[in-house]
């Protein structure tokens, strides 16, 4: 089983598997950190990779198809903003909505769309991709060189490179920018930021809008490089996992990432597991179990700390008297 | 406002959602129709639209249509069940989303004992639907109690747990208790008197667990709106703190009501397999947990609406089918109408400024009233 794992090739496969969860969970820390909760970032990721690779394949530019995947991915957030914050239907059921629109919807509109452009409906986009109009990937100069490590962190697909120093930027975002304190203070007490100057509504906007962004390039990832085109259901819960990995962080862009890699680890180690030939329905919901797992021991650890807390407190205020 | 007043104006609303949705979909067949000119197109969305709204109650010769109306009632069967465990789950403010997992592990299960359990007939069907029902009641309470104990989201643990179910059960179906003989993955056939008995013989489907899904509609809504533990729950969907304060067992009313949930939503997985399937043969997620939500908010949680929501929507849907057969628009236009409603329902702002104009009319309408008793009072002294 170690011998399985412990090769480099394991490794990149963690990271390939983990940056498209990586980005939609980055967009559900910058969602929920502004008291958004965008539970439609599976659907928003099955449109972003529809048009996305549709995009690609008629432009023949990969760059014009991210693009267009990212336009999308904000134009359903946005629309979704304006449900949940000017029309005010709950968050939770606008992103059922999207997820419903994400699931059957696009199905429709890849068939309508390609009986015009192609002449005949296509159940999926998977012939249109090819290595040519597949987002690229990148050799690191001189790390590509390192044994083991180059083969782990080289040549992967630039998309994940942008995930991980994603995860930076929102950080810094979060922290360093007077938005960052705006999406938090919006978050933890919206009438307060409202009370000094801070346009709430213009603030969630911005968060859901992000979310859509990084939900957008989850999707790009998803179409038009982990899988070659779109495929009925192909983001397959990974907007769910999102945030599943956003609650273990704890809200924060390194906590996140490190839970979506566990659970880069628990598909890459499923899809190990099947290719020694045991069945692939037995393995394929270990990403889904090691959630729900996750969330029990992340809720645990969070309990005892604050027990912990308490006891401490009570403890202070025993010696004071 | 008054009663009047806020009917009208609940109706005007769905209304103005539904003619939304069905204008976002004219919209689309037009845009996707391959007729030459902008005339021609037109004709063909006509055409296409007449088919959704009409094709499910009338044939093409202006007679009601029996076989396709029996067929939109054999397909609330399932919905009316979705929906009303969700009613029952999003009424104490759990967004628990399993019913659509739940449905297939009640179908999975029920279809099971139809196939193995040595039961005489009727009490098999009976046997093999109540099954169904606590196996998924059983799979809620993951959800439930650690939502209860622990405060972990029930709604993304409700969400996982639907991909366990389906490749739990595609890999017992797969590996162990497929019939081989056949060429594609289903299991043995159930036992003949595992059926569930037709209403109409007329290859609808339509059984008397139409009559079964009716019953517990009203069942439902008596244990909502008459018992305490309704009550709990209802009240603990608007205030929590307040029903806490207020002595209410919240921990034990949150794991009852997704439970409960998960009851319905197996019965209903049962019922629909031995009403209109002889194997198991489902690999994917039926996707009536999803439409069980819309019901739900169409039927604003409350039971007693649940089969005026759940035949719109299987309505709908037939006429989706009929459109893709005749007019090649394909039917999952029907997932695109079914979120456009279902945010229109759904958001509180919609038509605000009607309600308010009503609102503002009522209260005139009561101070004018006030006011001339007041003047009539005043005479009489």
Known sequence: MLDLILTPDFFFAILRITAPILFATLGAVVGEKAGVSNIGLEGIMMMSALFGSLTSYWTGSWFVGLLVALIVGVLEALLMGFFAFNLKTDIILTGIAVNMIGSGGTLFLVKVITNITEGKPLASTTSLITAVNQIPSWNIPLIKDIPVVGDVLSGHSILTYIAFLLVFLTWVLLYKTPLGLNIRSVGENPNAAASVGVSVLKVKYIAIGFSGLMAGFGGAFMSMYYAMGWSLDMVAGRGFIALAAQAMGGGEPLGSMLSALVFGFAQALSIKVSSKGIDSNLVTPIPYLVTILGLVVFALVLRSKVKRQHSAAALKEAEKK | ?381
């Open chain 2, 1 to 381: 406002m008054n009663k009047k007043r806020s009917i009208i104006f609940s109706l005007v609303r769905g209304t103005a959602a539904i003619l939304i949705a069905l204008a976002v979909a004219a919209l689309l067949i037009f845009v996707s129709s391959d007729g030459a000119g902008a005339g021609e197109k037109l004709a063909q969305t006509a055409d296409a639209m007449r088919q959704l709204l009409i094709g499910p109650a009338f044939k093409s010769s202006g007679g009601i249509s029996v076989k396709n109306l029996s067929d939109v009632l054999a397909a609330m069967i399932p919905i009316v069940f979705t929906g009303l465990a969700t009613c029952v789950m999003f009424s104490a403010n759990q967004f628990n989303l399993g019913a659509e997992g739940g449905i297939m592990l009640g179908a999975f299960v029920a279809s099971m004992v139809a196939i193995y359990a040595p039961l005489p007939p009727v009490v098999l069907p009976i046997a093999a639907i109540l099954a169904g029902a606590l196996a998924v009641g059983a799979m809620m309470l993951i959800p439930a109690v650690l939502k209860a104990k622990l405060g972990v989201s029930e709604m993304v643990n409700s969400l996982m747990l639907n991909y366990v179910v389906l490749y739990f059960i595609k890999y017992l179906l797969n590996s162990h208790l497929a019939d081989k003989s056949k060429g594609q993955i289903m299991s043995y056939p159930f036992q003949a008197h595992a059926a569930i008995p037709q209403l109409i013989d007329n290859g609808s489907k339509l059984s008397w667990g139409f009559v079964v899904a009716l019953i517990f509609v009203v069942l439902v809504y008596l244990f909502m709106y008459r018992t305490r533990w309704g009550y709990s729950i209802r009240m603990i969907g608007i205030n929590q703190d307040f029903a806490m304060y207020s002595g209410m067992k919240v921990a034990a009313v949150v794991v009852l009501s997704q439970v409960l949930g998960g009851l319905l939503a197996g019965m209903g997985g049962g019922i629909e397999v031995l009403g209109r399937y002889t194997t198991f043969n489902w690999n994917t997620l039926p996707g009536y947990g999803w439409t069980g939500i819309t019901v739900a908010i169409l039927a604003g949680n409350n039971p007693a609406f649940v089969p005026l929501a759940a035949f719109f929507m299987a309505y709908l849907n037939k006429g989706c089918n009929l459109m893709s057969t005749y007019c090649g628009v394909p039917s999952q236009l029907i997932d695109i109408l079914q979120a456009v409603i279902f945010v229109f329902f759904a958001a509180e702002q919609f038509l605000s400024g009607y309600r308010q104009k009503l609102v503002v009319k009522s209260t005139q309408e009561e101070l004018k009233r006030a006011a001339q008793e007041a003047q009539e009072k005043g005479e009489v002294k």
